[in-house]
């Protein structure tokens, strides 16, 4: 049987936006057990399971009657690259968050592109770093507990 690394990645990718979807900040927090989530310049702003679940908690708003921030996120586009040794990976995707609420009619929220890095760790792809990087905003009030700063698009090159 051959191993299909880039569908293991993908899964991940997919993963990810399923947890946070349900509200499940733990479980985005599990996705980076090795792994990091950064800005846009690449400085870490969470490192571990334990940081990232607080992360979530800390900034994403979750609904009291479902538990669930109320969004959509869709993966897009991505552009998965092994290294040679089937032990490394990068991935380049775009993210779109869709939301709504009894407040807020169904839009988008914000977009953007995610630059990752996967590690095999005990025989299985996860996270080792993500890199978020916003290009469009929307209305964010109803869905992060902090106020953002809009970065610069960030380099995609």
């Not at 980076?32 to 571990?48: Q, S, T």
């Not at 939301?99 to 839009?107: C, F, G, I, S, V």
């Not at 095999?120 to 902090?146: C, K, N, Q, Y």
Request: negative net charge; charged residues 25%; glycine residues 8%.
């Amino acid at each position: 049987m051959t191993t299909d690394h880039r569908g293991e990645i993908e899964n991940l990718l997919h993963r990810y936006a399923e947890a946070i979807d349900a509200g499940d900040f733990a479980g985005v927090g599990e996705l980076f057990a090795h792994g990091r989530i950064c800005g846009p310049d690449g400085a870490p702003i969470a490192v571990g399971a334990a940081a990232v679940t607080k992360l979530y908690e800390s900034t994403t708003r979750r609904y009291d009657d479902d538990g669930t921030p109320k969004t959509h996120h869709v993966i897009t586009n991505p552009i998965v690259e092994i290294a040679d040794d089937a032990a490394t990976a990068t991935a380049r995707s775009r993210f779109t968050v869709l939301q709504a609420t009894d407040e807020l009619a169904l839009q988008v929220i914000i977009t953007g592109g995610y630059r990752d890095r996967f590690a095999v760790v005990d025989g299985r792809w996860t996270f080792a770093e993500r890199i978020m990087v916003p290009t469009l905003f929307g209305d964010l009030s109803r869905h992060l507990l902090i106020d953002t700063e809009r970065p610069s698009r960030g380099d995609w090159s």
